[in-house]
T-cell receptor, first 112, second 114 residues
Framework: AQSVAQPEDQVNVAEGNPLTVKCTYSVSGNPYLFWYVQYPNRGLQFLLKYITGDNLVKGSYGFEAEFNKSQTSFHLKKPSALVSDSALYFCAVKGSQGNLIFGKGTKLSVKP | DSGVTQTPKHLITATGQRVTLRCSPRSGDLSVYWYQQSLDQGLQFLIQYYNGEERAKGNILERFSAQQFPDLHSELNLSSLELGDSALYFC?????????????FGPGTRLTVL
């Protein structure tokens, strides 16, 4: 069965520093991977996806993610964090029925 | 703004009652997905409709049902409500049926069962 794991409940970063939010996946076959962000009292916003091709995927708001097949990981990264990046981040994998299977979420806190 | 609308934004009701949540997908999207978000279960897939037909079913209780109408809006019906049904309910839409396209989420309906 497909699944994703986000090993960190919370990540704390100083503004201007690089950030990484970790995600590992377990799928049979080729994975279709997604990152979403949720701001308080809002719906989820799509950031980026990996279907095939280049292992480095660029997305919205300066975020990127690196697909690593050997480590079954899809970590979200940003070179320079902003206070406004503080939110809940979800990694997801496409399930066998076409739905999204989400991780538990990682709360990102960026301090000035 | 994702282009997906959900009404109502908040719903407070009592145990045993029945409620209907409504979702309008983005213009042109044929798929509608329903998800439940709760603190203990996280984000769980409930059900998917594609162009009016049920396409996939997830962890949806028998007390819950959904449908998609000819104008592509969808409704999620929750009946015999229990305290544990209190959650945020999201719908999402996408262009295709297979899940390769990103899904665009509505703002959610927060259901509180007292």
């Amino acid at each position: 069965a497909q699944s994703v794991a986000q090993p960190e409940d919370q990540v704390n970063v100083a503004e201007g520093n690089p950030l990484t939010v970790k995600c590992t996946y377990s799928v049979s076959g080729n994975p279709y991977l997604f990152w979403y962000v949720q701001y308080p009292n809002r719906g989820l916003q799509f950031l980026l996806k990996y279907i095939t091709g280049d292992n480095l995927v660029k997305g919205s708001y300066g975020f990127e993610a690196e697909f690593n097949k050997s480590q079954t990981s899809f970590h979200l990264k940003k070179p320079s964090a902003l206070v406004s990046d503080s939110a809940l981040y979800f990694c997801a994998v496409k399930g066998s029925q076409g739905n999204l299977i989400f991780g538990k979420g990682t709360k990102l806190s960026v301090k000035p | 703004d994702s282009g997906v609308t959900q009404t109502p934004k908040h719903l407070i009701t009592a145990t045993g009652q029945r409620v209907t949540l409504r979702c309008s997908p983005r213009s042109g999207d044929l798929s509608v997905y329903w998800y439940q978000q709760s603190l203990d279960q996280g984000l769980q897939f409930l059900i998917q409709y594609y162009n009016g037909e049920e396409r996939a079913k997830g962890n949806i209780l028998e007390r819950f049902s959904a449908q998609q109408f000819p104008d592509l809006h969808s409704e999620l019906n929750l009946s015999s409500l229990e305290l544990g049904d209190s959650a945020l309910y999201f719908c999402a839409s996408s262009a295709g049926a297979g899940g390769n396209n990103e899904q665009f989420f509505g703002p959610g309906t927060r259901l509180t069962v007292l």
